[in-house]
């Protein structure tokens, strides 16, 4: 698989097999994903994998967090706040693909919020990540771990597997602090559940298009 193949076939995955990624395997992916490049080599990412029954537990725990009614507390400003114009239509755009997908209508709130609760049950993945750096750092040094996060999509995608990285599993920290322990000081980013695709699971059918090369880019000759 080349480069541009892996891209083609990446897509956001939210249905799972059970099994998990071997470990010898898994440990080779990761063991890649250490290539990505960082300002000045700085290497500001951590992840910290969580599988078996320690995700089990994690999962328990958001879930009663989120039905508790808590109030998000995620260490950075998250990536949905504050968005507006042709970001804020791209947004709902793509919510609205993914409801329909789902055969669910914009007033069906109650099952909007149930598929949203699925982020936190890392839709069924035998495998979940959560992606850290230290809590004080900023926007560039953000850069970084989403080029790192990228890698570990793309070979995730080589090796036959899946992922959904998830902005939302930054928003409740204090359970995965406490079952997963970050290394001091860091703050979570974005989780990523990962595993193999359930290939039947009508969650998977959603397709999400890009905006147009003209629209993003400029060339001065
Ligand atoms: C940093 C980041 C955070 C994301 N957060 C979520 C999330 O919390 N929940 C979710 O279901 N999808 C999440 N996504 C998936 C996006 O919705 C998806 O990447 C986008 O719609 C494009 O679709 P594609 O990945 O299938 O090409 C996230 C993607 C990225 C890159």
Same mark, same amino acid.
């Given at each position: 698989m080349n480069v541009v193949d892996a891209l083609k076939a990446r897509r956001t995955i939210r249905g799972y097999k059970p099994d998990p990624i071997p470990d010898d395997i898994l440990l080779e992916i990761l063991d890649h994903a250490r290539l990505a490049p960082s300002n000045c080599n700085t290497q500001p990412w951590h992840l910290t994998v969580v599988s078996g029954e320690a995700r089990d537990k994690l999962e328990k725990a958001l879930v009663e967090e989120i039905v508790s009614g808590k109030a998000p507390s995620p260490g950075f400003k998250p990536g949905d706040a504050d968005l507006g114009g042709v970001y804020k239509e791209r947004q709902y755009d793509c919510a609205m693909r993914y409801y329909s997908t789902m055969d669910i209508e914009r007033h069906e709130r109650d099952k909007r919020q149930a598929l949203m609760l699925k982020n936190w049950e890392f839709f069924g993945a035998p495998h979940v990540g959560f992606i850290s750096m230290p809590g004080g750092m900023g926007p560039v040094n953000a850069l970084d771990v989403g080029i790192y996060l990228q890698t570990l999509m793309l070979l995730l995608v080589e090796y036959g597997a899946a992922s959904c990285p998830q902005g939302a599993l930054a928003f409740y920290p204090d359970p995965i602090k406490e079952i997963a322990s970050l290394p001091e000081g860091h703050e979570i980013i974005c989780g990523l559940s990962f595993g193999?695709?359930? @290939?039947?699971? @009508?969650?998977?059918e959603v397709t999400m298009d890009r905006a147009p090369l003209d629209s993003m880019l400029t060339l001065i000759k």
């Open positions: 193999y695709e359930d @290939k039947g699971a @009508k969650i998977n």
